[in-house]
């Protein structure tokens, strides 16, 4: 079979097969605040501004991945992102994220695989899905045999509300 995406180990120092790329406003504040919640590192080379100072290039490195932004230009809409990440402590990172105007849409839950899942909107409009990898973790019962359904009814009614 013919090769069609490229691996990770065969794109020299970008991280992963598929790299996210997000049009929003502010996109120089979006960076501190993803410095600050998650320990994104900005790639300062790769920060291009136009004459006008808006963004139209930033890269942030986010463990292996790279994430791609741009502020949103004149008559250009904004394009926020549905991201996963995955974390050592989602708790954490709501701590870090609801100060600086990030809300919870899901509490840390478990979650199928020995995982917790948390969701939270950033100010920008991004909705983050937060796994934090919990070794030894029961998998939860499933809300259609009677357990708690906080994982897909936090998502769903945060996107029906967003849906107008």
């Known amino acids: 079979m013919t090769e069609i995406t490229l691996s990770g180990a065969r794109i020299t120092g970008r991280g ?13 504040g979006f960076i501190d605040f993803a410095s600050a919640v998650f320990g994104a590192v900005e790639v300062d080379l790769a920060r291009t ?21 741009a502020d949103r230009q004149p008559g250009w809409p904004s394009r926020p992102g549905l991201l996963q990440l995955w974390v050592a402590d989602a ?3 709501i701590a ?3 100060p600086r105007g990030a809300t919870v849409v899901t509490p840390p839950t478990p979650f199928y ?18 796994y934090e990898p ?27 509300a967003s849906a107008g």
């Open 16 to 28: 992963s097969s598929l790299t996210p790329f997000v049009l929003l406003d502010d996109a120089a």
């Open 49 to 69: 501004a136009t004459p006008s100072g808006l963004l139209i290039h930033a890269e942030l490195r986010l463990g292996d991945a790279l994430l791609l932004l």
């Open 91 to 93: 708790a954490d990172v």
């Open 96 to 98: 870090r994220a609801e």
């Open 113 to 130: 695989g020995s995982l917790t899942l948390a969701r939270l909107l950033d100010p920008w409009g991004n909705l983050w899905w937060l």
């Open 134 to 160: 919990v070794p030894g973790q029961p998998d939860p019962r499933p809300a259609w045999e009677g357990g708690d359904d906080t994982v897909f009814r936090t998502l769903d009614e945060h996107l029906r």
